[in-house]
């Protein structure tokens, strides 16, 4: 049950490589992973370049990563 895939993916809210490999794994587990991955965005001194593609990527009509972030830092 997805309900079960959820709680199991909730054990790996550390560990941010197994949360990007389940986010791959099937298009069900990406919410779980996502709510893991983006609850917190750091933000620091980044390249222009850098800075530039997070601004087109969250710009986006496609993005949907704001659901999910519940704590920004700069």
Avoid: Q
Avoid at 1 to 13: K, S
Avoid at 42 to 53: D, K
């Amino acid at each position: 049950p997805p309900e079960l895939c959820d709680r199991i993916i909730d054990f790996l809210h550390r560990d941010h490589k197994a949360l990007e490999a389940c986010s791959l794994v099937c298009r069900a587990w990406i919410p779980a992973s996502r709510f893991h991955l983006f609850e917190c965005i750091h933000y620091g001194v980044l390249a222009w370049s850098s800075s530039r593609a997070m601004v087109d990527l969250l710009d986006s009509s496609f993005c949907t990563l704001f659901k999910y972030v519940r704590e920004i830092t700069i």
